[in-house]
């Protein structure tokens, strides 16, 4: 498990006054069953941060890299109808290998993390023609390429990208910029 996960596990009822098992309970109860309506329910009725609500509702799912024995598997079933993407996320993992230091990919059901002390991006084949980079460049001016996302998610800009030739220096100049910021 992530250390970072793990962390957050360990302090899940201090931070949030539950253990993951009350809050898998609560939210079966609620018969909630997908990633979005759990996140919303935990914020809005249980004032849970955005990054908890997100980690309980991954675990009691069990779409989190941790709750399955083939990280690779997800990766795969992201692009099940959307293949043609599969080359954006091959290209983007080429130029970030590239970069000076270590990471981690985190698969997920429906995008991959990548982090270092803390996670920089998300590459997530967001429909069957955009694939979407989400970054975590929190106070930076969005421009070019570069937009801003919705306050509190999970990433603080976006590209959008349909084509393959889109990935260009600015697109690996973001990417690098939320690498080293977040080193």
């Not at 201090?14 to 009350?22: A, C, N, R, W």
């Not at 996140?39 to 609500?53: D, M």
Request: proline share 3%.
């Amino acid at each position: 498990m992530d250390k970072t996960v793990a962390t957050m596990i360990e302090n899940l009822k201090e931070k949030t006054g539950l253990s993951l098992d009350e809050w898998k309970s609560v939210i079966t109860k609620q018969s909630l069953t997908k990633h979005g309506e759990i996140v919303k329910f935990l914020k809005e009725t249980h004032q849970v941060t955005h990054g908890y609500a997100s980690e309980i509702a991954l675990k009691v799912l069990g779409s989190d890299a941790d709750s399955t024995t083939d990280t690779d598997e997800l990766i795969v079933s992201q692009y099940k109808g959307k293949e043609p993407l599969k080359a954006f996320y091959d290209k983007l993992l080429s130029e970030i290998e590239k970069f000076d230091g270590e990471f981690e990919i985190a698969p997920k059901k429906t995008y991959v993390s990548f982090k270092r002390k803390k996670q920089f991006i998300i590459l997530n084949p967001a429909s069957k023609t955009r694939f979407e980079i989400g970054f975590n460049l929190k106070g930076v001016e969005p421009k070019g390429k570069l937009e801003a996302e919705k306050p509190n998610g999970i990433c603080s800009h976006k590209i959008n990208l349909s084509d393959i030739n889109e990935i260009d220096k600015e697109v690996i100049d973001w990417i690098r910029m939320a690498f080293e910021n977040a080193g």
